[in-house]
């Protein structure tokens, strides 16, 4: 199953990517962690990436498609696309790509979250640099305080940098403006089925309407 995992920054992706991936035997490829990997390599390619990135704007879609079809010729089977395709012109070059390899989508899985909500959680969010644990500080917080649990309590949480609020209104817009039209060019797609969860549940109720929509789907 190929599935493109979409929605505000902060409606929940990455947990839900995480949380759902083995059991539906899927790859999770994340353009913003490939990106933030790149960034800290130190190489050229990244310090542009990290131009973009602090300022909260789009990466240019040549960059991005070029970096992101590598990646997904890489992997063998299912696929959970999160936060790629975020432009019109991102989504068609992917079906080219998806073409090519006779892979194609099956569907486009929805996150929807508030705008004050989204601010809340980006701002609150935290990730251990060892095991990639996400959490928040009030909604998804570590036993361990500070720490990350997963990881014994050994390894401090950090937050990343473009995670404040100034950042966040400006991720929202370019989402509006530019992400938000890629859901039409996908619901008028014949191929693709589109299906919205509500991301303003709690985590749990979330990853189970997630569930049961993929399970409808693998039919
Ligand atoms: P995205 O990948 O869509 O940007 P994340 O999965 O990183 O979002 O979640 C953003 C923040 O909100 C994280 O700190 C996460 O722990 C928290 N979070 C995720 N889902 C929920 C939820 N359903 N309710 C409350 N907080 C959540
Ligand atoms: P979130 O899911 O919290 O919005 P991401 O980790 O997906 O954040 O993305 C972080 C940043 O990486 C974005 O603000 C943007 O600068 C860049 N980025 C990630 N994916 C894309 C993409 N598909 N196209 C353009 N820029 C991207
Ligand atoms: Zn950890």
Do not use: W
């Amino acid at each position: 199953m190929r599935v493109v995992l979409m929605g505000p920054p902060g409606a929940g992706k990455g947990t839900q990517a995480s949380r759902l991936v083995e059991t539906f035997g899927m790859t999770h490829l994340s353009s913003g962690d490939i990106f933030r990997a790149e960034k800290a390599s130190g190489s050229d390619l990244g310090q542009k990436l990290a131009d973009y990135m602090t300022r909260g704007e789009l990466v240019p879609d040549e960059i991005v498609v070029e970096m992101m079809a590598k990646a997904i010729t890489n992997v063998d089977g299912g696929l959970l696309l999160d936060g790629f395709p975020r432009t019109v012109a991102q989504a068609e070059a992917l079906d080219k790509t998806l073409e090519q390899a006779d892979a194609p989508l099956d569907a486009v899985v929805v996150i929807t979250a508030d705008d004050e909500a989204i601010v809340d959680r980006i701002t609150g969010r935290r990730s251990c640099p060892k095991c990639g644990k996400g959490f928040h500080v009030k909604f998804m917080p570590s036993e361990k305080g500070g720490y990350c649990d997963a990881c014994d309590g050994e390894i401090e949480l950090t937050q990343r940098g473009d995670d404040k609020e100034e950042t966040v209104r400006q991720r929202l817009s370019a989402y509006k403006a530019q992400t938000e039209p890629v859901i039409d060019y996908y619901r008028k797609s014949d191929d693709v089925e589109v299906v919205e969860v509500d991301g303003m549940q709690s985590p749990e109720a979330v990853t189970k309407d997630m569930v049961a929509a993929l399970e409808k789907l693998q039919g």
